[in-house]
């Protein structure tokens, strides 16, 4: 995402006539990236791809439609995507997808300033009513309008909880006759490991399958220096067990808001742990957000297990979902 979003910053300082297309809507199609924009010039010049190229030809001639006409600034389209298409993508399975194509100009630079900085950011977008977009970032003033201040009000106030998540998240809202999308990133979180072991190297192992970056950190400033530059998506586990170490670094955390706050240990380490925190003034609502023991109950008896069950934890926290079997679960396989 910090790539493209850094092509799209430069394209819009150039002034290129553009349009950026993402996927707001899918199901079927089994895991995907979420994150994935295409970016299309009007010389048909393209950056990024769509649910592994599978779209690149039909969304790219799309957009290049809506840049010849200069009354058009964005439009929904519908695919429904074969199996053997899918399969030719790398995808496990045909299913459906919704696209926005939007033009590139319409879309406020702070946006693409910020996830090319790596930094949280939501844009809102008008689908049906006057034509706008509006970009939000967390503690800052939002960027751009979408033609009147209910629809800024409305955009603000669905932003701010999408905001809130780690990760990738969209939703929609209605003004009247006015209806709006919300999409809202996070980068790429990185994890933070306070002391080193086998569970450390694991953990880190993990996340990297992922595509995620993790350091091991081991004295206390060098931890807290590492914590301090962190954000809301970020992970901190603390693997070390000497409460002068984990308990100020675990205090950082919890106070800076970290998107997930875990510590490893036996229930007599973690009470003690508890304790310490409290004592060193950390309140009942910060407390509430950490992790520990940290994980899953997966059974888990090997390193490299502990740290399949701590991902899978923090990948329900960033959902929002509770853990439970996929094949008795209600709501959308694979994540929305």
């Keep these: 995402m910090q790539r493209h979003a850094a092509i799209a910053r430069s394209w819009v ?43 690149d030809d039909v969304v790219t001639a799309a957009a290049l439609d809506l840049l010849a006409t200069p009354d058009r600034h964005v439009e929904r389209l519908s695919f429904d995507v074969a199996d053997d298409d899918a399969e030719g993508a790398g995808l496990t399975c045909g299913g459906y997808v919704h696209v926005l194509v939007q033009r590139l100009d319409d879309v406020p630079l702070p946006l693409w300033e910020a996830l090319a900085d790596g930094r949280p950011a939501a844009l809102a977008t008008t689908l049906t009513g006057p034509a706008g977009a509006s970009v939000h970032r967390p503690g800052q003033p939002p960027a751009g309008t979408l033609g009147t201040a209910e629809l800024d009000d409305l955009a603000r106030a669905t932003a701010a909880p999408l905001l809130a998540r780690p990760g990738h998240h969209l939703s929609r809202a209605r003004l009247d006759e006015a209806e709006l999308i919300v999409e809202a990133w996070h980068p790429v979180p990185r994890l933070v490991v306070v002391g080193a072991s086998a569970f ?73 742990r508890r304790a310490r925190l409290a004592q060193a003034g950390v309140s009942d609502e910060e407390m509430a957000s950490y992790h520990g023991p940290t994980g899953l109950d997966l059974g888990a008896r090997t390193p490299a297990e502990t740290a399949v069950s701590i991902v899978a934890e923090v990948l329900a926290v960033r959902s929002g979902r509770t853990p439970a079997p996929l094949e008795g679960a209600a709501s959308r396989i694979g994540g929305g």
């Design 13 to 55: 300082e150039e002034g290129r006539n553009a349009a950026v297309v993402r996927v707001i809507d899918a199901a079927g199609l089994g895991p995907r990236p979420t994150e994935e924009l295409l970016l299309v010039d009007e010389a048909g010049t393209t950056d990024g791809s769509l649910l592994g190229g599978a779209l």
């Design 200 to 272: 450390s190297d694991a953990l880190v192992a993990q996340v990297q399958l992922l595509g995620w970056p993790g350091r091991v950190v081991t004295t206390q400033d060098e931890a807290l220096a590492a914590v301090a530059g962190l954000a809301a998506g970020d992970l901190v586990v603390v693997v070390d067990h000497d409460h002068d170490l984990a308990t100020p670094v675990l205090a950082a955390a919890l106070r800076g808001r970290i998107g997930y706050v875990g510590g490893l240990g036996s229930r007599h380490t973690q009470a003690e």
